[in-house]
């Protein structure tokens, strides 16, 4: 992207002293918002500094579009253009997160603005686009084309109006009313199209200007407040108990009112019917201060450490405020990491400093946020990904003042501005959705270490099963190790980890029901009749796999991905996992039209309905993203993540049926037996880290057994039982599944050996992609000369996702100059016809 109107590149520009009439250098360094890698210099406004991070618009070519200000030169070119407009100048941005996402742009080969976009929370976010209004003419002409009555005087319709279709005149009278429209959208509309737009525009009825929209001006919260005196409201209330319970508590805190987010939604029902009856008012006020805080924590007994949590506990702690220092705190499954985590942020806390704590989903683990809220209470603040935009803002603001210590979020809290960084925890590092896997193709954990580097802070690892990348660190010297080798329990006794045994399904074979074998049955029985609890794990939802017709082998597939749809009972629906599409389930054959259809593959869904045919006395309930989700979805008969925890909690539950979701850190005592049905398509994906991430799987589920006094049992039904993922679980060798898995890495040449970038090409035109793809993997095979392996170009293993195909180019290196020259060449390469080209450095997923 040339643009010879635009600023000259900073790194290109000659050194020039300021000029002496002015103090400071009135120039600012911008990174703009568009795929740009470069920054520019413009003139800031008279006599101010934007501090770093503030957001601008900037003219750039004959557009104006918004930037971040990423630094202060000293010199400038001859010619700079001058800032046109201040968006924001309060930023977020704390300097070691700016230069983190220095760090990110470089590493990921990204945009710095689109790093910045990524790094501050939306709402602080300015941006411009492309809007589309009226002409003079085209005024002059959507006025004539008004209906009659509308007129101030009939004119009769002029020649150029006779050559406008209906969708012209539709277009102009839209425009007419609203002012304005975003281009973009208009050339995507199907009513109207890109080529009708560019139509009139070059007939000088439409014209295209920049428009910014400017960020949210600080975070707005939603007060409620009562209206009306006691007598009159209790009376009139006398037989809706919800609404006076309600008016009573908004009543108790007076004109502050009380913020409509900390609300239950029972209370909101309640509010909008009070709102109705005008005993409410719900208004808008500016938040950043918590009207209710929460209560301080009541001081709790804490555990003693046992002696390898002490040790951990120590190392930590001596290294906290003394500069970076990384370690891996290797410890099996409840071994006590998060308890050593929470003592060494107490410890930080203590000293003043803060502190940031990651974990892979933190609305899978609610447990471990009320831990971290028992023992700070306010001094947390929780990042969840479901937080409305304005609480998030305010998460921040209050983390920037220095209000609140501790961040605790999923991989895009690492941009969170905590104050004076001591301590950055990364919990169970391994987990591959620390990895972002569009736009900034950035890894959360790989991030927290240098996001700890920049702030001279300790960093801990932690993981039962950690990743083989941490765990070649460690023997590389570039980690410390810290080890938890036994279950943590009260009075500092140890105890033991589940026994695993495996069932040879080659012997043994699944019962009737396609699903259990006897000794796995026999097991289920014998633990729901001890009053103890069993989970099954199973990584597939849905409740078949496969929709197949017996007559012509046809399978329902999905008309926008090559994957086979998965046919869901309970929602009477075959819905696409990759993007969601869901139709009623066909009677017949689409393609010989015979009612033959028949449906293969297991899900969760059937494996709820076989246990609960089986074990008619248990209760029995499912846990996977479709009776997870906020209650009421269309696609399943949801009740909520946290509801179905909270019954496990309460032992309301005998058998949990689940997919990966199961194997979180929950922490539930009356669970003796697992159960892990079918982990052999697991192993078998084409996939460098299938084996790895088995393994990690099943330790996961496995540490659900036994945590509490009675042991644990682990039974395992598979066709595979020499499998190294299998073997190592066994006798839960994590060190000598990750020597041999290494060793075998080196030998074929994968991470943490080589570094691997994969070059990710899709679009409509499957010729045209793979054209890009062919071309792009020329340009890296000149460019990356003899040290850089180039593979492919090859289909993805979904070769079509959303209507586009997709094809990749893997370069594998082991020095990063050839292999980013590699990539940089690749990612050079010419684009037409709506492909689009993506650049996944370190890549997670093979998909
Ligand atoms: P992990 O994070 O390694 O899975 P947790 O920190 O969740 O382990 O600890 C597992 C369980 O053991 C929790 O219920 C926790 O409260 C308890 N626990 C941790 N450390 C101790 C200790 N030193 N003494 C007694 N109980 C402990
Ligand atoms: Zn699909």
């Not at 004119?155 to 005149?169: E, Q, V």
């Not at 009159?232 to 108790?252: G, M, P």
């Not at 987010?261 to 009856?277: D, I, K, M, Q």
């Not at 803060?354 to 990042?383: H, K, M, N, Y």
Request: aromatic share 4%.
């Amino acid at each position: 992207m040339s643009d010879p109107e635009g600023p000259a590149r900073v790194d290109q520009v000659p050194a020039l002293a300021p000029k002496a009439s002015e103090p400071e250098a009135p120039w600012v360094e911008v990174a703009v918002s568009l795929p740009l890698r470069q920054t520019f210099t413009y003139r800031g406004p008279h006599g101010r500094r934007l501090p770093l991070g503030s957001q601008v618009a900037v003219p750039f070519g004959p557009r104006v579009i918004t930037g971040f200000v990423v630094g202060h030169p000293e010199a400038a070119p001859e010619v700079v253009k001058d800032v046109v407009d201040v968006l924001d100048d309060d930023s977020l941005l704390e300097p070691d997160v700016l230069a983190l996402c220095k760090w990110a742009a470089g590493y990921y080969l990204s945009a710095l603005g689109e790093v910045l976009k990524t790094a501050l929370p939306q709402g602080q976010r300015a941006s411009s686009r492309r809007g589309v209004r009226l002409s003079p003419e085209g005024e002059r002409m959507a006025h004539e084309l008004k209906p009659a009555a509308e007129q101030t005087a009939s004119a009769p319709a002029s020649l150029a109006s006779l050559l406008l279709d209906d969708a012209d005149k539709a277009l102009l009278l839209r425009l007419g009313k609203a002012g304005s429209l975003g281009l973009r959208s208009l050339q995507r509309d199907n009513k109207i199209g890109a080529a009708r737009v560019e139509r009139l525009l070059r007939d000088g009825l439409l014209e295209v200007g920049d428009e910014v929209t400017e960020r949210q001006r600080g975070p707005q919260e939603r007060f409620a407040t009562a209206v009306g005196k006691p007598v009159t409201v209790q009376k009139a209330l006398s037989r809706a108990q919800a609404q006076r319970t309600l008016w009573s508590k908004l009543q108790a805190s007076a004109e502050l009112g009380v913020a409509v987010e900390t609300l239950t939604p029972a209370e909101r029902t309640a509010l909008r019917a009070l709102v109705g009856r005008g005993f409410a008012r719900v208004e808008a006020r500016a938040g950043g201060s918590n009207p209710q805080p929460i209560p301080a924590p009541a001081a709790v007994a804490l555990p003693v450490l046992n002696r390898p949590q002490q040790q951990a506990f120590d190392t930590l702690v001596a290294a906290v405020g003394k500069g970076f220092s990384p370690f891996l705190l290797q410890g099996i499954t409840g071994s006590g990491k998060t308890e050593v985590y929470l003592r060494v942020i107490a410890e930080a806390r203590g000293a003043g400093l803060g502190a940031l704590v990651l974990v892979p989903e933190i609305a899978l683990t609610p447990q471990l946020a009320s831990r971290f809220r028992a023992r700070f209470g306010d001094d947390v603040a929780v990042l969840h990904s479901a937080l409305p935009p304005a609480e998030r803002l305010r998460a921040w603001r209050r983390l920037k003042t220095g209000q609140v210590g501790i961040a605790l979020g999923a991989r895009s809290a690492v941009f969170a501005p905590v104050q004076k960084l001591g301590v950055v925890v990364v919990d169970e590092e391994h987990d591959p959705s620390f990895k972002q896997d569009e736009g900034v193709r950035y890894h959360g954990r790989d991030m927290a270490l240098v996001r700890a580097r920049q702030a001279n802070a300790v960093v801990v690892l932690g993981s039962a099963t950690p990743s083989l990348e941490s765990f070649h660190n460690v023997s590389q010297g570039k980690y410390g190790l810290l080890t938890l080798p036994v279950r943590a329990a009260p009075g500092a006794a140890e105890r033991p980890l589940p026994q695993v045994e495996i069932i040879d399904l080659r012997k043994f074979r699944v019962g009737n029901d396609g699903l259990l074998s006897k000794p796995l049955a026999d097991a289920i029985a014998a633990t729901v009749a001890a009053g103890e609890q069993v989970i099954l794990f199973l990584n597939r939802r849905g409740f078949s796999t496969v929709v197949l017709c017996r007559a012509c082998g046809h399978v329902v597939r999905c008309p926008d991905c090559d994957v086979s749809m998965t046919y869901h009972r309970g929602a009477a629906k075959v819905v696409c996992h990759y993007c969601g599409r869901n139709q009623a389930p066909p009677q017949r054959c689409s393609s010989c039209h015979q009612s033959a259809l028949e449906h293969l593959g297991i899900g969760t869904e059937q494996v709820e309905a076989v246990v609960r045919a089986r074990f008619p006395e248990a209760r029995v309930v499912r846990l996977d993203r479709d009776t997870a989700g906020p209650p009421g979805r269309k696609d399943g008969p949801s009740q909520g993540l946290e509801a179905i925890l909270a019954q496990v909690h309460a032992r309301q539950v005998d058998i949990l049926v689940g997919t990966q979701m199961v194997t979180k850190g929950h922490d539930f005592p009356g669970v003796t037996l697992v159960g892990v049905l079918q982990p052999d398509q697991g192993m078998h994906l084409p996939d460098f880290r299938a084996a790895e991430r088995t393994f990690q799987l099943l330790e996961q589920v496995a540490g659900r057994a036994g945590r509490a006094d009675r042991p644990g049992r682990v039974l395992v039904q598979t066709y595979n039982p020499r499998h190294a993922a299998i073997v190592a679980l066994m006798t839960h060798d994590y060190e000598g599944f990750a020597k041999q898995e290494l060793a075998h890495r080196q030998l074929t040449g994968f991470p943490p050996f080589l570094r691997l970038v994969a070059v990710r090409v899709d679009g409509p035109d499957a010729a045209l992609v793979q054209k890009v793809a062919a071309d792009a993997a020329a340009r890296a095979r000149a460019a990356g000369g003899a040290d850089v392996r180039i593979l492919g170009p090859a289909e993805a293993p979904i070769p079509r996702l959303r209507g586009r195909v997709r094809w990749q180019v893997w370069l594998a290196g082991a020095g990063r100059t050839s292999l980013v020259s590699a990539a940089e060449a690749a990612a050079g390469v010419t684009l037409s016809g709506d492909v689009r080209l993506a650049v996944d450095v370190d890549p997670q997923s093979v998909l």
